[in-house]
C-alpha cells in the first residue's frame, strides 16, 4: 500500500503543477545538427535571408487571367494581404514594372497593363513567350498567376498559423473562384492541426484495444481495471514530465502513447499470467504477491531498461527532433516501469480475487499446443536452421539493395490536399522547393558582375535547368538580363547574356537596379551571391545524383579562380538529413545490440549466452528489410527510426526467456529439462504479449503520417518475426549450450 500512497502523491504533484499541452511541427528539427553544411546554410541567411520564409498563392479562372475583372479582383487581393503585420512584401505581375533604357535615361512600363483591352492583349503577347515571367510569375497556359508572399524571416509557429489564416480567409471572402496555397506557414499548420486530432485518436483507441485485449486474456473486471489504472496513470504521468520540461508534442510524438500502453501491458500480462498461476497452485494471495513480483522483477526491469535502451541510442543521431523523441520515450518506458512497480502491488491485493478460476480446456490448448511446437521444433532443425538462413540470406540482399530516398513531404500520402497543391505548383510553376546555390567571385575578377563571371554563371546556370528541371532562375546574372532587355527596349528576345559592349553599355544602371531588385542578390561588397530558384519535390536519392553530377560539373567546367559555388538552403539539408540519420541509426542500432549483448553476457555469465540472445532479434531487423525491399519501402529519415525501437522492443521476449531459464538451471535441472519447463511457461506469455504489442503497433497502420504508418507496419512484423525466431530458433540454438552450462555448475559446486 506504500507504493499506491507514493504513486497518488506523484500524481498530485502533476495536478498540481498544471503541464499545459503544446503542439508544434518544425521540420529544420531534423537538420543534422553538427554538419557543417546547416553552419554554412546559417550564415548564407544572415546575409540572404532565410529561403523558406514565402507562401505561393496562385490565383486562376477556367477562361485564363487576361481578363480586367479578374486582375481587379486579384490586385485587391495583394493589397489586402500586403497590408497584414507579417507580410514583407508581395511580389507579382499585378505591380510589375520593367525597365525601359533609352536615348533620355530609364523610364518604366507596367509589365502587366490591363487598362485597355488592346494593352492586355500586347501583355499577355509578351508574358506568355518571357522566359523569366512564363512557368514563374503567370503559368505557361495563362491559367494561373502567381503571388509570392514574403512573411517574416523565421517567424514563429503561432504567427505562422495567424498569418495563413488571415490569409485563407482574405482568399475565401474574394471574387477569385480558384486558388492554391503552398508555403511552410500553411504546411506547419495542417501538420499540427492533422497531429492533433491523430494523437487523440490513438490514445483512445488504443485504450479501447486493451480493454478488449484485456478481457480476451482474464476475462474478469479486475483483470481489466488494474492495468488500466495503471497504464492510464503511467502514460500521465509520461506526458506531464514531457511538458513540463517545456517540450512540445510534435509529429514523432504520436507514436508515443501507443509504444507505452503496449510495452506497459506486456509487462502486466507477464506478472499478472505468473500471479494467476500462484492463485490455481493454492499459494495464498500475499504470497502469491510477493512471489511473482521476486521472480519476474529482474525480467521486467531488465526487459524496460533495454527497450528505454534501444530509444536512448536515438540520442546518437544529430537531429534534435529525434534526440528529443529516444530520450523521452526512453523516460516514459522507465515512467511506465515505475508505475507498474508501485501501483500494481497495491491494486492486485485491493481488487484481485483470493483465489483464480481456472479453465481447463485453455490449459490443455496451452500445454498440448506448445508441447506440440517444441517437439516439431526440434525434430525439424535442420528444416527450421535452414529455413531461417535462406530468409536471411535474402534479407541481406534486399538490404544491398535498399536505396535512401525522402521527399519533403514525407510524413504524408501522396493523395492528401496538401501534397496534391504543392504537386501542383511544381506542375505549373516550376517548382514549390527552394533551391539555393551559394555564389563567390574568384581572385581573377573583380565581383560577382563581372563579365567573365556572369559568363561562367552562365553555364551553371544551364546546368541547373536542365537537370533539376527548375523553375526561373533569380541572380546576378538574371538581373544583368533584365537590364540587357531593357537596353534593347524592352524586347523579351533580349533577355540574354549581353555582348562586351551592350555590358559597357548597362553597367551605369546596374547599381540602381541592385537596389530596386525585389531580391537581395548580393552582398554591399558583391564578392558573393546567390543562385536562387524553385524545384519540384524529386526525392533525396534523385537530388543527390544531382548534386553529385554539379560537384563534377564544377570541377570540369569552372575555373574557381574565377567563380566558386556550394550548394545550400533548407532543401539540401532536408534531403541530406535522410542520408546522414540513416546512417548515423545503423551506427546507434549497433551501440543498441552491443550494449544488450554485454548486459546478457554480464546477467548470465557466458558471451556464447550473449549471442544467443542477440541472433534471434537481430535476424527479425534483416527480414524487415526483406519485406521493404518487396514492398518498395525507402529507407529514410522516419523509417531509419524503425529499426532502433523494434530492436529494443522485440528484444523482452528473449530476455524473459533466457531470464526463466536461468532461473530453472539454477534450481539444479539438466538444460534440456529446463528448456522444456522454459518453453511451456514462458511461451504462452510470449504468444500473448506478442498478440498485444503488433495489435497495438497495427492500429497505427491507420495513421496519415507516413513515419506513424511505416512505425506501425514494421514493427508489427519485426515483433511476429521475433516471436518466430523466439518459439523456433531460439530452443534449437540452446541445445548444443548443454555443455557449456554443467561445466559452469560444476564450477560453482567446486
Known amino acids: 500500500m506504500l507504493g499506491l500512497g507514493l504513486a497518488a502523491l506523484i500524481s498530485v504533484l502533476f495536478v498540481i503543477l498544471q503541464p499545459q499541452v503544446k503542439f508544434d511541427y518544425d521540420f529544420e528539427q531534423f537538420f543534422p545538427q553538427d554538419d557543417e553544411e546547416l553552419r554554412f546554410y546559417q550564415e548564407f541567411r544572415t546575409t540572404f535571408g532565410n529561403d523558406n520564409d514565402y507562401l505561393l498563392i496562385a490565383l486562376g479562372q477556367e477562361r485564363g487571367v487576361f481578363d480586367q475583372e479578374f486582375l481587379d479582383e486579384a490586385l485587391a487581393i495583394q493589397d489586402k494581404i500586403q497590408a497584414l503585420d507579417l507580410v514583407e512584401a508581395v511580389f507579382s505581375l499585378l505591380e510589375l514594372e520593367e525597365p525601359i533604357i533609352g536615348a533620355l535615361g530609364v523610364s518604366y512600363r507596367n509589365a502587366l497593363d490591363w487598362s485597355s483591352d488592346q494593352k492586355l492583349e500586347q501583355s499577355k503577347k509578351r508574358l506568355l513567350s518571357h522566359p523569366q515571367y512564363a512557368g514563374n510569375l503567370i503559368s505557361q497556359d495563362g491559367d494561373y498567376l502567381l503571388l509570392m508572399v514574403s512573411n517574416k524571416q523565421l517567424i514563429s509557429k503561432e504567427e505562422g498559423d495567424a498569418l495563413n489564416l488571415a490569409i485563407k480567409e482574405i482568399l475565401s471572402d474574394s471574387g477569385i473562384p480558384l486558388f492554391f496555397t503552398a508555403g511552410k506557414i500553411k504546411a506547419q499548420g495542417e501538420f499540427v492541426d492533422l497531429l492533433q486530432a491523430e494523437f487523440g485518436f490513438f490514445l483512445a483507441i488504443s ?83 510477493a512471489l511473482t513480483f521476486k521472480e519476474l522483477f529482474l525480467a521486467v526491469f531488465l526487459t524496460c531498461f533495454t527497450t528505454a535502451l534501444g530509444f536512448s541510442t536515438l540520442y546518437f543521431t544529430s537531429a534534435v527532433s529525434l534526440k528529443q523523441f529516444g530520450i523521452y520515450t526512453a523516460l516514459g518506458v522507465m515512467v511506465m516501469f515505475l508505475a507498474v512497480l508501485l501501483i500494481t502491488p497495491g491494486l492486485l491485493h485491493l481488487f484481485s480475487p483470493l483465489k483464480a478460476a481456472e479453465n481447463d480446456r485453455f490449459k490443455e490448448f496451452w500445454r498440448v499446443y506448445l508441447g506440440d511446437a517444441l517437439r516439431w521444433t526440434w525434430g525439424n532443425r535442420k528444416l527450421v536452421l535452414s529455413g531461417f538462413s535462406i530468409l536471411t540470406m535474402f534479407s541481406i540482399f534486399a538490404l544491398s539493395d535498399l536505396k535512401i530516398n525522402g521527399y519533403l513531404l514525407d510524413n504524408l500520402p501522396r493523395d492528401h490536399e496538401l501534397v496534391q497543391e504543392f504537386e501542383f505548383f511544381d506542375r505549373e510553376f516550376g517548382g514549390s522547393k527552394p533551391l539555393e546555390i551559394f555564389l563567390e567571385a574568384g581572385e581573377e575578377v573583380e565581383d560577382v558582375f563581372d563579365l567573365e563571371f556572369l559568363r561562367v554563371l552562365d553555364k551553371v546556370e544551364h546546368f541547373v535547368n536542365e537537370h533539376y528541371e527548375s523553375g526561373v532562375i533569380i541572380s546576378p546574372l538574371s538581373l544583368v538580363k533584365a537590364l540587357n532587355q531593357a537596353q534593347n527596349g524592352g524586347n523579351p528576345k533580349a533577355y540574354d547574356l549581353p555582348s562586351r559592349g551592350q555590358y559597357q553599355r548597362i553597367q551605369p544602371y546596374l547599381d540602381q537596379a541592385l537596389l530596386q531588385s525585389n531580391f537581395k542578390l548580393s552582398d554591399s561588397t558583391k564578392r558573393i551571391g546567390r543562385l536562387s530558384t524553385r524545384t519540384a519535390d524529386m526525392g533525396s536519392h534523385r537530388s543527390f545524383e544531382i548534386k553529385r553530377d554539379l560537384e563534377t560539373f564544377v570541377k570540369q567546367e569552372v575555373d574557381p579562380e574565377i567563380l566558386k559555388i556550394q550548394l545550400t538552403g533548407t532543401s539540401n539539408l532536408i534531403d541530406k538529413s535522410h542520408e546522414t540519420i540513416s546512417t548515423q541509426m545503423a551506427r546507434g542500432l549497433g551501440v543498441a545490440i552491443i550494449l544488450v549483448g554485454i548486459i546478457a553476457g554480464f546477467l548470465f555469465r557466458s558471451w556464447r549466452i550473449s549471442l544467443m540472445v542477440l541472433i534471434p532479434n537481430v535476424l527479425p531487423l534483416l527480414w524487415m528489410c526483406g519485406v521493404m525491399w518487396l514492398l518498395d519501402i525507402e529507407l529514410k529519415l522516419t523509417t531509419a527510426v524503425i529499426f532502433t525501437v523494434a530492436f529494443g522492443i522485440a528484444v523482452d521476449d528473449s530476455i524473459h526467456f533466457m531470464t526463466k531459464l536461468y532461473n530453472e538451471l539454477g534450481k539444479g535441472k539438466r538444460l534440456l529439462y529446463a528448456l522444456k519447463r522454459t518453453y511451456m511457461e514462458t511461451g504462452k506469455a510470449i504468444i500473448l504479449t506478442t498478440i498485444i504489442l503488433v495489435s497495438g503497433f497495427a492500429i497505427l497502420t491507420l495513421s496519415e503520417f507516413g513515419v506513424t504508418f511505416y512505425a506501425g507496419l514494421l514493427i508489427s512484423l519485426a515483433l511476429f518475426f521475433a516471436l518466430l525466431a523466439d518459439l523456433l530458433l531460439l530452443p534449437i540454438l540452446l541445445l548444443p549450450m548443454d555443455k557449456v552450462w554443467r561445466e559452469k555448475s560444476r564450477r560453482k559446486n567446486e
Do not use: C
Request: glycine share 8%; net charge positive; aromatic share 10%.
Open 207 to 289: 485504450f479501447v484495444l486493451i480493454l478488449l485485449l484485456l478481457f480476451l486474456i482474464f476475462r474478469s473486471w479486475w483483470g481489466v481495471l488494474l492495468p488500466v489504472i495503471v497504464l492510464s496513470v503511467g502514460i500521465g504521468w509520461t506526458i506531464a514530465l514531457i511538458l513540463l520540461t517545456g517540450k512540445a508534442l510534435d509529429v514523432m510524438s504520436v507514436m508515443q502513447p501507443t509504444i507505452l500502453l503496449v510495452i506497459g501491458l506486456s509487462a502486466l500480462v507477464h506478472l499478472l499470467s505468473y500471479y494467476l498461476k500462484y492463485l490455481r497452485n493454492g499459494v495464498e494471495k500475499s504470497k502469491a504477491i
